[in-house]
């Protein structure tokens, strides 16, 4: 549904800093700008997204005094922490500001923000603007959260090891070693802040969902349930926004070529996503299980992404010129592109929830290898209830790698596979086409923010 003969109407945005965020942030900003919104893209200056990618959105730099401030994954709840008390007074003066120059931006309608960002949510309550979350990962994640805390709050963690492959209480198909956090030691207190931070979404008036009925119905009746606020299911993003780029780094097409010259589905493209870091040893059971798998693979092996390593220099001895004309290695690749090309037969992946979605869409079975937070999650129901996926179960082992990757790519296993998994695919596309879940909840959607009334200042 989109926006006919009325004054332009703006949407705020306010992404988390981290590609698996910003991506599905800005996708939304596109969907959204097709429906007839103005979008403004308030952001940090850490990680700051290309303006050039998306000419057709504002951009509002905030002040996040974060120059010489320890960035790293590993320092990601003081990160959180300082971008919430730094954003919260320049975000909102912009929203004044905004407001007050109408003519010029158009009526401020809402403020959409990462549930991470919370200071969007505080800046839109003192201004009485209404704030809705997006959330970028599926609801089955969202439950962990909710579980976690309550399960702490019964003092039942650390846990017994002997007991993570139990089931969690309420939440399908997962057990205590796919929660995404290590549930057989104390869970540190500010790691339970963020949790509670995160899923007390407070005052926002409605949840916007990067997935959809169809893979996420049972989480998303349950959480209905407790939030009590509306949900709008309009995923899968990735499908539904016009092609752009979002990357922070810059994209080698290249692969592009080579994957021209290879036979259908005979690919294994391997990626572990913007964050993730492994060792030497996995590196290189990796590579010698890639070589003594037989199939043509593509790799992209970020710089820095081996600890103690500046890109490749790490690989084994001889692997290269094993492999030979049958490898392609990248530091970063237009994956969408790749999961859409028909030489590429499978995905080695960490099972990010972008990742995850991108191949699920381009009917691509998965290898699971996840590195931490909601990526065990996505991983346990890829490989155990939409069985689309292997589990990826010692990767140090290239004798186990091997065997995986050849019953992905050549045995009767992942064929079935590849069948189940062109099944999803055509779900999901029927979800997002006139009449579908997601269709309808995005006209849903963009009546609800059109009905919030004008605010005058």
């Not at 969202?142 to 963690?157: D, K, P, V």
Request: aromatic share 8%; with cysteine.
């Amino acid at each position: 549904m989109a926006i006919v003969g009325v004054q332009k109407q703006s949407v705020v945005l306010v992404p988390y800093p981290y590609q698996g965020h910003i991506t599905p942030m800005l996708q939304l900003g596109t969907i959204l700008h097709s429906n007839g919104f103005s979008v403004v893209v308030a952001h940090t200056k850490f990680n700051s997204p290309d303006p050039s990618n998306h000419p057709e959105f504002t951009f509002l730099p905030l002040e996040d005094n974060l120059s010489g401030f320890d960035t790293s994954y590993y320092n990601t709840l003081a990160v959180v922490a300082a971008i919430n008390e730094n954003c919260k007074v320049p975000f909102q003066d912009s929203l004044v500001q905004l407001m007050k120059d109408e003519e010029k931006n158009g009526q401020v309608r809402c403020v959409i923000h990462d549930p991470i960002m919370t200071f969007g949510r505080s800046a839109a309550n003192h201004l009485q603007i209404p704030s809705l979350v997006l959330c970028t990962y599926n609801a089955v994640y969202m439950q962990t959260y909710h579980t976690i805390l309550q399960l702490q709050a019964e003092n039942c963690f650390p846990l017994q090891e002997s007991r993570m492959l139990e089931p969690v209480p309420d939440i399908h198909a997962l057990r205590f070693k796919d929660l995404g956090i290590p549930a057989d030691i104390e869970i540190p207190q500010p790691v339970l802040e963020f949790f509670a931070n995160v899923s007390n979404l407070g005052s926002s008036v409605a949840i916007i969902w990067n997935t959809n009925q169809e893979l996420d119905h049972i989480a998303l009746s349950q959480l209905q349930r407790h939030y009590e606020v509306p949900f709008f299911p309009i995923g899968p993003f990735n499908k539904m926004a016009p092609p752009s780029s979002t990357s922070f780094l810059e994209e080698e097409r290249n692969c592009m070529e080579w994957l021209d010259k290879q036979d259908p589905n005979s690919v294994l493209y391997i990626s572990l996503g913007s964050l993730a870091s492994i060792e030497k040893k996995e590196l290189e059971e990796t590579a010698w299980g890639l070589a003594n798998s037989g199939q043509p693979f593509l790799w992209v092996i970020r710089p820095s992404s081996v600890n103690g390593s500046e890109w490749i220099e790490q690989l084994p001895k001889g692997f290269q010129e094993a492999v030979g004309e049958r490898g392609c290695i990248v530091k970063w690749s237009p994956q969408k592109e790749v999961l859409a090309h028909s030489a590429v037969g499978g995905f080695l992946t960490h099972c990010g929830w972008n990742s995850t979605l991108e191949s699920l869409c381009e009917a691509v079975p998965m290898i699971c290898r996840p590195c931490f937070a909601d990526q065990l999650t996505n991983a346990r129901y890829l490989t155990h209830v939409w069985n689309v996926g292997l589990e990826l179960e010692n990767v140090t082992d290239r004798v186990a790698i091997e065997k995986t990757i050849k019953k992905l790519m050549v045995d009767n296993e992942g064929n079935e596979m590849r069948k189940r998994v062109l099944e999803m695919k055509q779900k999901l596309e029927t979800s997002i086409q006139k009449g579908g879940s997601s269709y309808r909840s995005l006209n849903e959607l963009t009546e609800f923010i059109l009905s919030f009334p004008r605010k005058e200042y």
